[in-house]
C-alpha cells in the first residue's frame, strides 16, 4: 500500500513563497508519475503540475514560470516550489502518484495525500 504524506503548507503573503514536499512510503515505484493538484473552495481540482519518473514536467498555464516541480527518486519524494504567490493560489494542494499520465481533473489516479493548505493573503 502506497502512503503519501505532504508538508510545507502555511499562510503567506502575496509575492511570497513556499515549498511543497511529499514524501512517499510503502510499495511506492519509482516508476510512478508524480505530482500536485489544488482545489480552492467552490471550484473543481486542478491539475497544478506533473513529473515522469524520467523527469520531464507539466505545468498548468496558470503557474507556468513561478512553480517548479521537482523529484527525488532515492528518498521518494517530490517538492513544489511555489514563487511569487498571488492570492488566486489559495488551496488545497494534493499530492498524486499514479503508473498512469494525469488526468487534469485527477479522476482514475490511485494514490492522493491528504492535502496540505496553501493560504495567500494580498
Known amino acids: 500500500q502506497v502512503q503519501l504524506l505532504e508538508s510545507g503548507g502555511g499562510l503567506v503573503q502575496a509575492g511570497g513563497s513556499l515549498r511543497l514536499s511529499c514524501v512517499g512510503s510503502?510499495?511506492?515505484?519509482?516508476?510512478?508519475?508524480m505530482g500536485w493538484y489544488r482545489q480552492a473552495p467552490g471550484k473543481q481540482r486542478e491539475l497544478v503540475a506533473v513529473?515522469?519518473?524520467?523527469?520531464?514536467?507539466n505545468y498548468a498555464g496558470s503557474v507556468k514560470g513561478r512553480f517548479t516541480i521537482s523529484r527525488d527518486n532515492a528518498k521518494d519524494t517530490v517538492y513544489l516550489q511555489m514563487n511569487s504567490l498571488k492570492p488566486d493560489d489559495t488551496a488545497v494542494y494534493y499530492c498524486?502518484?499514479?503508473?498512469?499520465?494525469?488526468?487534469?481533473?485527477?479522476?482514475?489516479?490511485?494514490?492522493w495525500g491528504q492535502g496540505t493548505q496553501v493560504s495567500v493573503s494580498s
Open positions: 498524486a502518484a499514479d503508473r498512469n499520465s494525469f488526468s487534469p481533473r485527477g479522476s482514475g489516479i490511485r494514490y
Open positions: 510503502g510499495d511506492i515505484s519509482r516508476s510512478y508519475v
Open positions: 513529473i515522469t519518473s524520467g523527469g520531464r514536467t
